[in-house]
């Protein structure tokens, strides 16, 4: 089983909706990186969190490490469509902040 | 202040050739990290450099891949021999050397896409 589950898999909202994006670990998180990358293209970083209950914000984009540092959840405000694209998790587990476990992804389609 | 820089952007090898990636870290930055993403597949952590050191390969095969970091100049990624499994995109990124939380940042390039045929 993979060590970073993302969920869902794929969504499709409507613009202006909000969204939510979730990211499980089977271990503990160090730190838990978010990224978007377009298809076909490279990761953009969004934001990396590392301590529990941590959160934080860019844009419409808020992301939080929750206390027991095995989950995070990426929230999406208002949605356009140029946040359509594939969201990855990656995380570092084993505390050595250099090696990213990343997780498979959630595909975001905006519709109009 | 230039991003990863990854060159080539396409790369397309006969069974067997040789494929050279490469790779300029962020200005200011020295550490290095190699990722792959199989067709299909997520991002797979392959091989971590600072300058003239491999730190950690835990996820390179075991032949034919290889990686430097030099004093001077980019970062390569070797395969030799290549086969039809190497075709994948394989991204570089790059954190800085600052220590702190920064330090831990990794900003990823556009990513090689080698095709073998």
């Known amino acids: 089983s993979q060590e970073l589950e993302q969920s869902p898999q794929s969504l499709i909202v409507q613009e202006g909706k909000n969204l939510t994006i979730n990211c499980t670990s089977s271990?503990?998180?160090?730190?838990l990186y978010w990224y978007k990358q377009k298809y076909g293209e490279g990761l953009i970083f969004l934001m990396m969190?590392?301590?529990?209950?941590e959160e934080k914000s860019h844009e419409k984009i808020t992301a939080k490490l929750d206390e027991k540092k095995q989950q995070s959840s990426l929230h999406i405000t208002a949605s356009q469509p140029s946040h359509a694209g594939i969201y990855l998790c990656?995380?570092?587990?084993?505390?050595?902040?250099?090696?990213?476990?990343f997780g498979t992804g959630t595909q975001l389609k905006v519709e109009l | 202040n230039a991003g990863v820089m990854q060159n080539p952007r396409h790369l397309v090898r006969r069974r067997g050739q040789e494929a050279r990636l490469r790779c300029s870290p962020m200005?200011?930055?020295?550490?290095v990290y190699w990722y792959r993403q199989l067709p299909e597949e997520g991002l797979k952590f392959m091989v971590y450099?600072?300058?003239?050191?491999?730190?950690?390969e835990s996820g390179m095969p075991k032949e034919r891949f290889s990686a430097e970091f030099p004093k001077e100049g980019p970062s390569i990624l070797r395969i030799q021999q290549v086969v039809r499994g190497d075709s994948a995109a394989y991204f570089c990124?790059?954190?800085?050397?600052?220590?702190?939380?920064?330090?831990?940042?990794?900003?990823f390039g556009p990513g090689t896409r080698l095709t073998v045929t």
């Open positions: 990124a790059s954190s800085p050397s600052t220590g702190g939380a920064a330090s831990y940042e990794q900003y």
């Open positions: 271990k503990t998180l160090y730190g």
């Open positions: 969190l590392q301590k529990g209950g």
């Open positions: 990656g995380a570092d587990l084993t505390g050595g902040g250099n090696k990213l476990t």
């Open positions: 450099l600072q300058k003239e050191n491999i730190i950690d």
């Open positions: 200005k200011g930055h020295s550490h």
